[in-house]
């Protein structure tokens, strides 16, 4: 059904594997098409979604230098679009997403990190936006999500320089917000991506639904947490995680 993608469906999330090994899994306009489809496709049924890269080498190596290196600024632009307009909707997936980095993500794919909610990177990779030492800036969002997530003084540092980071030196800025070791890396990070899962929809929803929104005022801000916060007290999960609590036990959540 996909010619460069993976789509593997767990019970509590589902895995995305972008998978062209032989260009590090680079990013061309079929990959992102494909990217998109599938986010309409999972769409009617949102789960948990988990981003990685096929091998042992790379998340994804960037967008595909050779597809581009000709295009017209027209061609360039619809690229860009086609981009953003995935990363966007990884953005605002109504459940958590999870970049699961693998190896180097560099470029589009340090994007396509940044658009997740998580980023959890194997000790032994690289990742950065190293676009300017091919002549061109990031065109997926990174400009816009760097800065966000980084603020402005260091995302200027790296998009200026291309500098890429180990992965302590992007944990250290929050660029990242876990390291584990290359050692059983995959075994590791599913791990934690199944206790995410294992917390139930319905507080996750709510609170990517708050923290999502870019508040003009604080006042806006409280209010739309508060509305989220009492909407769950009309939730079982809500009943069953406090109960749990009480009771000494492990909640079992039932997403409703
Ligand atoms: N676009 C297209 N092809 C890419 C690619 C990209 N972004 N990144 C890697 N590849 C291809 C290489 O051209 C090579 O293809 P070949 O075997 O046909 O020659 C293959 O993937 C393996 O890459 P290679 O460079 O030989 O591996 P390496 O281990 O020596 O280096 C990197 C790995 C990631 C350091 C290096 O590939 C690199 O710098 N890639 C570009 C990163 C980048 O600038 N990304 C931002 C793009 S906007």
């Avoid at 360039?76 to 999870?98: C, D, M, N, R």
């Avoid at 260091?154 to 584990?180: F, H, S």
């Avoid at 890396?185 to 599913?190: G, L």
């Avoid at 507080?203 to 508060?226: F, I, P, Q, T, Y």
Wanted: hydrophobic share 40%.
């Amino acid at each position: 059904m996909y010619e460069h993608l993976k789509v593997e469906k767990e019970d509590l999330f589902t895995v995305i594997t972008i998978n062209r090994p032989g260009q590090l899994n680079a990013l061309n306009l079929e990959v992102l098409e494909e990217l998109n489809r599938v986010l309409e496709e999972e769409g009617k049924d949102p789960s948990i979604l988990v981003f990685t890269g096929e091998g042992e080498k790379a998340f994804v190596a960037g967008a595909d230098i050779a597809a581009m290196k000709d295009m017209t600024p027209l061609e360039a632009e619809k690229l860009s679009q086609a981009g953003q307009v995935v990363f966007h909707k990884i953005y605002q997936w109504p459940l958590p997403t999870v970049a699961l980095i693998n190896g180097y993500a560099l470029g589009g794919g340090c994007e396509l990190a940044l658009a997740c909610d998580l980023r959890v990177i194997k000790e032994g990779a690289l990742i950065g936006q190293p676009e300017i030492t091919l002549g061109i800036i990031p065109g997926f969002g990174g400009t816009h999500f760097l800065k966000k997530i980084i603020g402005e003084a260091r995302a200027k540092e790296l998009i200026m320089t291309g500098k890429t980071l180990k992965a302590r030196e992007a944990e250290k800025i929050g660029l990242v917000q876990t390291v584990l070791p290359d050692e059983n890396f995959n075994e590791e990070a599913f791990k934690q991506v199944q206790e995410l899962g294992s917390r139930g929809s319905k507080a996750l929803r709510a609170a990517k639904m708050v923290l999502n929104d870019n508040h003009e005022d604080v006042k806006s801000g409280l209010e739309k947490e508060r509305t989220f916060f009492a909407e769950l007290f009309t939730t079982q999960d809500q009943t069953e995680g406090m109960t749990a609590f009480l009771e000494k036990r492990k909640p079992r959540f039932k997403n409703k």
